[in-house]
């Protein structure tokens, strides 16, 4: 069984106040309600025009960029907003790399150097979100380990699908107080990646249900 690095088990959990604290002018749009919508395909390829924009941008400051969050795990339902990871040397070294991301007009939202270094920028369009991480930070890592194993585990996926509509439903008069409200499904499912990992992934069978081969 693969074993990972202390501060890639233990997940960080953010306070509504720590989120308020790292705000950079005004609050996304996104954040005054929560759609979701069942997957589509077009997703993926737009990821891949905006990789190949960042890619442009920045070139060799770029260690790694990947599509994570809903949108990267086909047959998931999500809020049609596409996350991306960024990693780079040093976050903190802003001269570096956001006059070349406000040059394609992103702008920055979040500056959370408590939750390792993070940064957030959105598009203009705000259906980017870009997650700019330092080297060696775990999250990213973290948000692979996730997508990964939603792609391959369709009983999880349906779960966090379902539990994603209710808590749309029942955060409505509170939106930001969405992503908080998943954080119970989410960290039962990185305990089962993290006992899991090395287990074979589900397969879907006929009927829809799931079992695991090996």
């Known amino acids: 069984m693969a074993e990972f690095p202390q501060d890639v088990v233990q997940r960080f959990h953010g306070t509504p106040e720590q989120v308020d604290a790292g705000l950079v002018g005004e609050p996304p749009r ?38 994570v969050g809903s949108t990267a795990v086909p047959g998931l339902a999500a809020k049609p907003v596409i996350d991306v990871d960024l990693v780079i040397g040093d976050t903190a070294e802003e001269a570096t790399y956001l006059p070349a991301l406000e040059r394609l007009g992103y702008r920055l939202v979040l500056r959370e150097p408590w939750w390792h270094g993070h ?53 409505a008069h509170r939106p930001r107080d969405y992503s908080l409200a998943k954080n119970d499904v989410i960290d039962e499912i990185y305990a089962r990646i993290f006992a899991g990992s090395a287990a074979a992934p589900e397969v879907e069978q006929p009927g829809g249900t799931t079992r695991a081969e090996g």
């Not at 973290?142 to 749309?168: C, I, N």
């Open 30 to 67: 996104t954040w005054e309600s929560v759609v979701i919508e069942e997957y589509d395909p077009s997703w993926a390829q737009r990821f891949i025009a905006v990789r190949s924009s960042l890619i442009e941008a920045l070139g060799g400051l770029i260690i790694s960029l990947e599509h």
């Open 119 to 171: 940064r957030m920028l959105l598009n203009p369009a705000e259906d980017v979100n870009l997650h700019v991480w330092p080297q060696g930070a775990p999250e990213p890592v973290r948000h692979r380990l996730f997508r990964d194993w939603l792609r391959s585990h369709p009983h999880d996926r349906e779960r966090y699908a379902a539990t994603k509509r209710r808590l749309a439903r029942d955060t």
